[in-house]
């Protein structure tokens, strides 16, 4: 991860792409992107790509890091907690789950999801688990009806069963 680049994370798209065609011999994909996924995927151009589908998109990769940098303090703080409630030593360490360089931190910060611009590549839709998120500026927008607050996942239960058979009845619509 020390030497991963945004561009690295784009190819890997496309190569996943690439993959997927050669294996199943799909004419076509619907790309989905999962939260920054979707801001990658939004990035993403290939000729195979029919349709995008962002599912809780990060708009910005600005606010990808500072929600990043606001769960590593929450985690840090409730360790720090629990270390004064056992009364243990509190070992100050990273609580991110993955390193990211400060050049890849300036590239996503960089980066964000345009609903203009994708209106003018393929057509895209948005499964949002969040009501407020139809202020986001997207013209296809879909609620899935479920409230889904990344990234507490509900007392650590992470249920996206809603959430995929929504975007399966909107995929497989005619």
Not at 34 to 55: E, P
């Amino acid at each position: 991860m020390e030497e991963v680049t945004l561009e690295d994370w784009k190819e890997d798209i496309r190569a996943a792409i690439d993959e997927g065609i050669e294996l199943s011999g799909a004419g076509q994909v619907d790309l989905l992107g999962v939260r920054f996924g979707a801001t990658l995927a939004a990035q993403s151009r290939h000729s195979k790509i029919m349709r995008y589908i962002f599912w809780d998109p990060v708009m910005s990769g600005k606010g990808y890091l500072e929600l990043l940098n606001r769960s590593n303090q929450a985690i840090e703080l409730r360790h720090k907690n629990i270390a004064k409630e056992r009364n243990l030593t509190f070992e100050k360490i990273p609580y991110e789950n993955f390193f990211l360089s400060v050049a890849l931190r300036q590239d996503i910060s960089r980066i964000f999801i345009d609903p203009n611009e994708c209106e003018s590549s393929a057509p895209y839709f948005v499964i949002s688990t969040n009501k407020a998120d139809r202020a986001l500026g997207f013209a296809h927008y879909e609620f899935a009806g479920i409230d889904y607050d990344w990234p507490d996942y509900h007392n650590g239960v992470l249920s996206q069963k809603p959430v995929l058979e929504a975007i399966v009845r909107r995929v497989t619509e005619p």
